[in-house]
């Protein structure tokens, strides 16, 4: 009984002093203090530097190694002011980060671990440099796993981006985050706010929840309410439009028919010997065997060498002409025919015309009597 009464009474000076020092602070109530405000370091907070050596490595494609080996000067020059030791090794194909005695601030090595994954993700330099300011931080989505078909993969990662990326570009702009599709990635750089609605609308779209141009409406609407300050403590949800998916028709699949049931086995399949035995092969020797696989090589090449020869042939077979272009040809030719003679004909009535014109009276009179006769019998001739 005892000592049940002093655990009561130990537990009634415990209840006593909890909060004793839970007080309202001046501070606390302070609206000039931003709480969600990041200072940036000084180095006077950490004078003497950090006690132990932290490095982080990562590994990088080959088609990366010619663009790193160009700007891993600037990237060491950016570390170094930080007080980061960096180091690209080609052999292995990694590149590695580690703090030095000249390190103050001790996240820096997380925003150089960053900085390596960013750069090995296809982020041009001057781009992830920047995530070593505070204020700016990174995600890297990992899309590759949330499709196992392939082609839909590539279809959906490409919805993502865009006619001439412009999906991409209008997301930027909205979540103020700069994004990178690449491989089975997608690296983002920005705010928390920001990374937190990119990451959303990238796992919507490779999972094929929401089209990203929804998202964008949804965001742009967003933009809009903000600028009212009578919303600014009510629920949007009335605002925003809700999207129903549409539910696509899908092929279905064929069942087998069920076989009757049988309590008998299904008879056994021939072997290759019983086959041969069957058509008499088994008791050819081996030359006899090798002739005739020989000669059934030899025919089927000659089928195969006759169809190729057929279909390099077919390109000179001159096409089969129609009926109509047959009956229109005799007709051509019949006008053709009648053209001519009406040609003949009007070629004699001129020539008939010009010797008249061309003979002389004169001439003609003068001229022997025997010359005469002779044209009769030409024209007698002719006629």
């Given at each position: 009984?005892?000592?049940e009464?002093?655990?009561e009474?130990?537990?009634?000076?415990?209840?006593k002093?909890k909060?004793?020092?839970?007080?309202?602070?001046p501070?606390?109530?302070?609206?000039?203090?931003?709480r969600w405000?990041i200072e940036?370091?000084?180095?006077?907070?950490n004078?003497?530097?950090l006690?132990e050596?932290?490095?982080?490595?990562?590994?990088?494609?080959?088609?990366?190694?010619?663009?790193?080996?160009?700007?891993?000067?600037?990237?060491?020059?950016?570390?170094?002011?930080?007080?980061?030791?960096?180091?690209?090794?080609?052999?292995?194909?990694?590149?590695?980060?580690?703090?030095?005695?000249?390190?103050?601030?001790?996240?820096?090595i997380i925003?150089?671990?960053?900085?390596?994954k960013?750069?090995?993700?296809?982020v041009?330099?001057p781009?992830?440099v920047?995530?070593?300011?505070?204020?700016?931080?990174?995600?890297?989505?990992?899309?590759?796993?949330l499709?196992?078909?392939?082609e839909?993969?590539?279809?959906?990662?490409?919805?993502?981006?865009?006619?001439n990326?412009?999906?991409?570009?209008a997301?930027?702009?909205?979540?103020?985050?700069?994004?990178?599709?690449?491989?089975?990635?997608?690296?983002?750089?920005?705010?928390?706010?920001?990374?937190?609605?990119v990451?959303?609308?990238?796992?919507?779209?490779?999972e094929?929840?929401?089209?990203?141009v929804y998202?964008?409406?949804?965001?742009?609407?967003?933009?809009e309410?903000e600028?009212?300050?009578?919303?600014?403590e009510?629920?949007?949800?009335?605002f925003?439009?809700?999207?129903?998916k549409?539910?696509v028709?899908?092929k279905?699949v064929?069942?087998?028919?069920?076989k009757?049931y049988?309590?008998f086995?299904?008879?056994?399949?021939?072997?290759?010997?019983?086959?041969?035995?069957e058509?008499?092969?088994y008791?050819?020797?081996?030359?006899?065997?090798?002739?005739?696989?020989?000669?059934?090589?030899?025919e089927?090449?000659a089928?195969k060498?006759?169809?190729n020869?057929?279909?390099?042939?077919?390109?000179?077979v001159?096409?089969?002409?129609?009926?109509?272009?047959?009956?229109?040809?005799?007709?051509?030719?019949?006008?053709?025919?009648a053209?001519?003679?009406?040609?003949?004909?009007?070629a004699?009535?001129?020539?008939?015309?010009?010797?008249l014109?061309?003979i002389?009276?004169?001439?003609?009179?003068?001229a022997?009597a025997?010359?005469?006769?002779l044209?009769?019998k030409?024209?007698?001739?002719?006629?």
């Open positions: 009984m005892e000592v009464n002093a655990n009474v130990n537990l009634e000076q415990k209840k002093h909060g004793k020092h839970d007080k309202p602070k501070w606390d109530e302070d609206p000039n203090i931003d405000k940036k370091f000084d180095p006077s907070w004078p003497v530097g006690l050596v932290s490095s982080f490595s990562t590994i990088f494609p080959r088609y990366r190694e010619k663009y790193l080996q160009e700007a891993w000067p600037k990237v060491k020059s950016a570390l170094k002011d930080y007080g980061i030791a960096a180091e690209l090794n080609l052999v292995e194909g990694s590149m590695t980060v580690s703090t030095t005695r000249k390190t103050r601030d001790p996240y820096i925003k150089a671990r960053d900085l390596i960013l750069l090995s993700r296809s041009p330099a781009q992830a920047k995530i070593l300011d505070d204020e700016m931080q990174c995600d890297i989505i990992k899309i590759g796993n499709v196992r078909n392939k839909r993969f590539v279809k959906r990662r490409q919805r993502l981006v865009g006619p990326s412009s999906t991409l570009k997301l930027e702009i909205l979540t103020g985050c700069y994004i990178l599709v690449q491989g089975n990635t997608v690296a983002a750089m920005g705010s928390f706010k920001g990374l937190k609605q990451r959303r609308i990238v796992e919507d779209c490779v094929n929840k929401m089209h990203p998202h964008i409406k949804i965001l742009m609407m967003k933009k309410l600028k009212d300050p009578t919303l600014k009510e629920n949007w949800d009335r925003l439009p809700k999207f129903k549409k539910n028709q899908t279905k064929k069942s087998k028919e069920k009757p049988t309590p086995p299904p008879p056994q399949q021939p072997s290759k010997i019983d086959q041969e035995l058509s008499g092969e008791f050819l020797s081996e030359k006899k065997k090798l002739a005739k696989k020989w000669q059934e090589k030899q089927k090449q089928e060498t006759a169809e020869k057929r279909k390099r042939e077919e390109a000179f001159p096409p089969k002409e129609t009926a109509k272009q047959d009956s229109n040809n005799s007709e051509n030719k019949e006008d053709v025919a053209l001519a003679k009406s040609l003949k004909k009007k004699k009535e001129f020539g008939k015309q010009k010797s014109q061309d002389n009276a004169e001439e003609y009179i003068s022997p025997t010359e005469q006769p044209k009769k030409k024209k007698s001739k002719h006629t």
